[in-house]
């Protein structure tokens, strides 16, 4: 079963940018689509963005679409999603999955977008 690391959340203000990473554990993570998540308090989780086994179909939730880039590495089982123009609605926890999603999850990574 493949589990998912969060990392490179932080606190950035308007404007600004941050790169998050995800780290993949498990032999099958070639094979699947991986997706970028996000839960802003008091709000349900959501898609940000998905990418494809190989990387080539991906998708973009609309308010993203133009300012976040996702990408992954096969060989080094990871996932990363730009984030470029961050706006103060970005503010969440960040979840990497499988798309569609597993039941377990990894612990997030915080980005917070404040003056």
């Known amino acids: 079963q493949v589990q998912f690391v969060e990392s490179g959340g932080g606190l950035v203000q308007p404007g600004g940018s941050l790169r998050l990473s995800c780290a993949a554990s498990?032999?099958?993570?070639?094979?699947?689509?991986m997706g970028w998540y996000r839960q802003a308090p008091g709000k349900q989780r959501e898609l940000v963005a998905s990418?494809?086994?190989?990387?080539?179909?991906?998708y973009y939730t609309e308010f993203v679409k133009g300012r976040f880039t996702i990408s992954r590495d096969n060989t080094k089982n990871s996932v990363l999603l730009q984030m470029n123009s961050l706006e103060v609605e970005d503010t969440a926890v960040y979840y990497c999955?499988?798309?569609?999603?597993?039941?377990?999850w990894g612990q997030g990574t915080q980005v917070t977008v404040s003056s």
């Open positions: 999955n499988r798309r569609p999603s597993y039941d377990h």
């Open positions: 498990g032999s099958t993570f070639r094979l699947i689509a």
């Open positions: 990418i494809s086994s190989g990387g080539s179909i991906k």
